[in-house]
């Protein structure tokens, strides 16, 4: 077992890559402390774990720091330390920035703009900035965050794009603060993922996106937690500051 | 990897390592077979310690072997292939890690210099994958990892020849993971950093010191810490992961 006796938050974990972490990092022996809005969505993360696994499901809204302050004292206080954290959580809400239909002008509005921003860019730092508390003191640590292959660039998503091109910044920035503490901090980026974010893109436009796939495929959320794994097993421990695109090999020579 | 592991990932894979007997090619090749696989290593002169190799592969119960080859010879190249596919039934895992340095200032440089360096480090890289690239097409499968070098991505005073050698094989890699990825076969990069090899070790103290300053983490990189890396590409745990090129560095790039 890779991770025995770890203790691990993970964001997000009530759906898709989150959940497919969850069970991973389950079988792997580390102790979770599973982390969303979406109190039904941890309900069934939990089904899917072992009658052995050591869990703790957490609501928690990650742009709010009271509510990430208490996700991290509850790992804390339930396991003693924190050793990992998995920043997963985040959302799309697509649309064009600036359009003009028949002489009419459509606009990407604030609220779109704004919880993007505020879900995947200030939460992914929240939840980092006090997690960090109790791995500074403890002098170990890992971070990993999710970027996306997203931030690269992608029509009718320039929120999420921007969100996620933020978090490759945020990440090296935190790898050069937190080295001197032996905290690693590093980013998986994924391409398109079967998961609940893509299940509603339609058919012509997931037919362009597999033509420019090299492996001509979609990941399964379980390809993704296995890169969550290797960022937070002893397998990487002299990485940091590293992104990694999961994306079938659509970023190379981007 | 932890003993836990072992056979997981890689069991009954029938891997080449070039320069296997040696540093992190030795690290490499002890950990491929520790995680299951059949390694065969090549030499140029002195078999002494590529039979050392092998025999600490079989005490592992794999099957291991030595070939003369020299890296830059492409006949070698497709001989030591075809010997291992005889040997091992199959090929499966390439990992070009053969390489030198003939460090000087670009004024002072011989033209020998050069042509030794770009021969073995980029020549060499692209003998092997010749001659693995047509098994791994028709197999439907396969992994390539390239060690490359931070100082191929960041350019380094007084190695010309080797940042052009080590640039150019992370180039290779991104071309050949687009050629080779509608046949599933996985192509990657790692670019270590300072490591604790012989050869480090036997570098003057000003020299470490130089790279201590910038090495985040605070310490040397270990050979085993990058074998992890590339036992972890080579599995299939790293399926969807291909043209990359991962810092192992502790963020020493960054």
Redesign the interface.
Known sequence: MLLKDKVVIITGAGNGIGRATAVRFSKEGAKLVLADLDKEGLKTTAGELGKSAKFTPVECNVTIRDEVQKMVDTAVEKFGQLDILINNAGINMDGLTTRIKDGEVKLMSDDKWDAVIDVNLKGTWLCSQIAAVPMIQQKSGRIVNTSSIGALGNVGQSNYAASKAGVIGLTKTLALEWARYNIAVNCVAPGATKTQMTAGIPDKILEQFLGRIPFGRMADPEEIAAVHLFFSSDMASFITGQVLFVDGGVSVGV | ??E??KKLLLSGKAAIVTGGSRGIGNAIALDLAKNGANVAINYRTSDKAAKETVKKIEAMGQKGLAVQADVSSFTDAQNMTDTVVKEFGGLDILVNNAGVNRDGVIWKMEEEQWDEVIAIDLKGTFNYIRAAAPIFKEQGSGKIVNVTSINGLRGKFGQSNYTAAKGGVNALT??V??EL??F?VNVNAVAPGLIETEMVKQAPENVREMALAEI???RL??PE??A??V??LCSE????????V??????Q??
């Open positions: 990897m932890t836990t592991n991104k071309t993971a687009r990825g509608r599933n985040l983490l605070g990189g270990q810490e990058v992890w890396v036992t972890f745990q790293a399926r969807l992961i291909t043209g990359e991962i810092t192992v560095d502790g963020g790039y960054l």
